[in-house]
């Protein structure tokens, strides 16, 4: 195995990257929807948009594959940075000299091919790769992988772009990248308890002093329990990971969405009003009505109760205690018998 060289501008590199701060945040669907994009464009089990590191390469999104990140040196995207302007293009791992005993090869996830194409910020320098991984070795031409550079020009637009949350943003820049980790769900690489109290002052500051309304919606799922019970805890833990997707894909791109505790899901709408946060929570309950998740196990049915509620603009109040509204709203939804929305006004 050969360990990734450094590029030559690795310390610029390295302060480019750190000011994204992106490295340790929760899953976005913005760039959610990009891997599956380049998943499905190139009809292959994995694809990832990964940030290297100073020692790992961290994927702020990844299809396919139940990791946050590896190591640098055995990274295949610690190679893909050498050349900011080409794609690495791997047809078969097994026979190149740099990934041939590779653990990423000779274990799992057994890459056989891999492409990646370089990913940068707005002053040129390298921050990681969009990259699509296969199990098999693949014979494409050069021209049949361009679409990956388009790809890989739509995220750096994400990279570049504001985040469209402006609680998020405040957080996350009052933060320390440890201090990130630990308001991270390990499991479902959401935000967690700790983490939407956080942002929950955050929104009630918005609120108070720009005058900008909040809406809360306390989500609880029927059945993942049971798929702990019924099958492992693995399966249940891949089931979390898909509703924390699907809901991501329900909401906008300003609303921010953790897991509260166990089954229960939350999500903060911010600056917009009752309206916006009754579509989302019909678009959530029809989500989960219509469509099942998929497990190791196979398909499995999960309901969807909602409890929601909405506070105005008020620069004189401080509001209600977080999530007691929403958390009255959703017991009396339980009490109906659940898979239904209940609001608090």
Same mark, same amino acid.
């Given at each position: ?9 690795e310390a610029? !590199?390295?302060q480019?990257l750190?000011?994204?701060n992106?490295?340790?945040t ?5 760039f ?7 998943q @499905?464009m190139f009809s292959?089990p994995i694809a990832a948009i990964?940030?290297? /590191?100073e *020692?790992?390469?961290?994927f *702020?999104?990844? #299809?396919?594959?139940?990791?946050q990140e ?5 990274? %295949?995207c ?6 900011p ?9 097994r026979?190149?000299?740099r %990934?041939?005993d590779n653990?990423l090869?000779t274990a799992?996830? *057994?890459?056989r %091919?891999y ?6 910020s707005?002053? $040129?320098l ?6 699509i991984?296969? !199990?098999?070795?693949r014979?494409?031409?050069?021209e049949?992988?361009?679409?990956? *550079?388009?790809?890989?020009a739509l ?5 570049h772009?504001?985040r469209a949350?402006?609680? #998020?943003d #405040?957080l996350?820049?009052?933060?320390s990248q440890?201090?990130?980790v ?6 479902t690489?959401?935000?967690n ?6 942002l929950?002052k955050?929104a009630?500051?918005? !609120?108070?002093?720009k005058q900008l309304? +909040?809406g809360?919606m306390?989500i609880k799922f029927d059945?993942?329990?049971d798929?702990?019970g !019924?099958y ?6 891949e089931?979390?990971?898909?509703v924390a997707?699907r809901?991501?894909?329900?909401c906008?791109n300003q609303?921010?969405v ?5 089954s229960?899901?939350?999500m903060l709408?911010?600056? $917009?009003d009752?309206q916006s ?9 029809t989500r989960f009505?219509? @469509?099942?998740?998929? /497990?190791e +196990?196979?398909e499995v049915?999960i309901n969807?109760?909602? =409890?929601?509620?909405f506070?105005?603009?008020?620069p004189d109040d401080? =509001?209600?205690? %977080?999530?007691?509204a929403a958390?009255?709203?959703?017991a009396r ?5 659940g898979?239904c ?5």
């Open positions: 195995m050969r360990e990734p060289p450094r590029p030559t501008d610029l !590199r390295l480019a750190c000011a994204t992106l490295v340790d929760p899953i976005e669907e913005r959610e929807r990009l891997t599956r994009l380049a @499905q292959v990964s940030l290297v /590191t *020692k790992r390469q961290w *702020k999104s990844i #299809q396919g594959l139940d990791v590896t190591s640098r040196d055995i990274s %295949f610690g190679h893909a940075i050498l050349n302007e080409e794609l690495l293009v791997v047809r078969d791992a026979l190149d000299s %990934f041939e653990p090869v799992d996830p *057994k890459i %091919f492409a990646g194409c370089p990913v940068k707005s002053d $040129g390298t921050l990681g790769t969009i990259c991984i296969d !199990r098999v070795p014979d494409l031409a050069s049949d992988l361009w679409p990956l *550079k388009d790809i890989a995220v750096e637009t994400e990279l772009r504001e949350s402006a609680v #998020q #405040q996350i820049a009052s933060l440890e201090g990130r630990e308001l991270i769900d390990p499991v690489r959401l935000w308890r700790s983490g939407m109290e956080r929950f955050h009630q500051a918005l !609120r108070v002093h309304p +909040v809360e306390l059945g993942l329990d798929i702990a !019924r492992s805890d693995r399966a249940r833990d089931a979390l990971r898909h997707r809901l991501l894909n329900c906008r609303d921010v953790g897991r509260w505790d166990g229960t899901f939350m709408i911010e600056a $917009g009752r946060l009754e579509e989302i929570a019909d678009r959530v309950l009505r219509e @469509q099942k998740i998929n /497990t +196990v196979g049915g969807a109760t909602l =409890g929601l509620a506070h105005e603009a008020a401080e =509001g209600a205690p %977080f999530c007691e958390a009255n709203a959703l939804g339980v009490e109906r018998g898979n929305i209940e609001q608090a006004w």
